[in-house]
């Protein structure tokens, strides 16, 4: 029986390997039909643009002194491409980041990847430089505000006591000295 099972999954494996080669190697085939083949028609639309257009650009974000841009867009999966505003000098791009946002306390731009929370400096956005400031001691958590003062502390709400109401808690910037503010 367990035979029998691998020679399925394997024919079954090789069959889709082969669908998917026909698939990619006919995407730009022209019409064969007499009555198409003969026709005046326009250029055809590959179906991978609508999926992943590679202009696409959307969720723009200009940092609080105005010199940088952060954007997300598609070059061979989605990334955040980070440029200098002045003169649209490349700076760098970020792979595998779930949303992102510059901080108005000037600090950098923050942006959340595989459940932490990362500070990153425009000038130097390769991962070796991140800097990790997840808020610590919560399983789940909401930052409520965006400070403006660097030495400003964040307001952070969780559920973690109690799934049914929120608690406050005060948290420094860069992730550590959490203190209960009101616990309900």
Excluded: C
């Amino acid at each position: 029986m367990r035979v029998l099972k691998w020679l399925f999954g394997g024919l079954l494996a090789i069959g889709l390997l082969g669908a998917g080669t026909l698939a990619v190697l006919s995407r730009d085939t022209p019409p064969s039909h007499p009555a198409l083949a003969e026709a005046d028609l326009p250029p055809t639309i590959p179906v991978r643009d609508f999926f992943a257009d590679q202009r696409s650009e959307w969720r723009h974000r200009v940092s609080a002194d105005g010199r940088y841009i952060a954007y997300r867009a598609v070059h061979l999966g989605q990334e955040v491409v980070v440029l200098e505003r002045r003169d649209g000098t490349h700076l760098g791009r970020l792979h595998d980041v779930h949303s992102h946002y510059f901080d108005d306390a000037g600090r950098g731009l923050l942006a959340f990847r595989d459940g932490r929370l990362w500070l990153i400096d425009p000038e130097a956005p390769d991962e070796e430089s991140w800097q990790d400031v997840t808020p610590r001691g919560f399983n789940h958590y909401f930052i409520e505000n965006r400070p403006t003062d660097p030495n400003a502390r964040w307001l952070v709400a969780s559920r973690d006591r109690n799934p049914a109401f929120a608690a406050l808690y005060t948290v420094a910037q860069d992730g550590s000295d959490k203190t209960p503010l009101i616990e309900n």
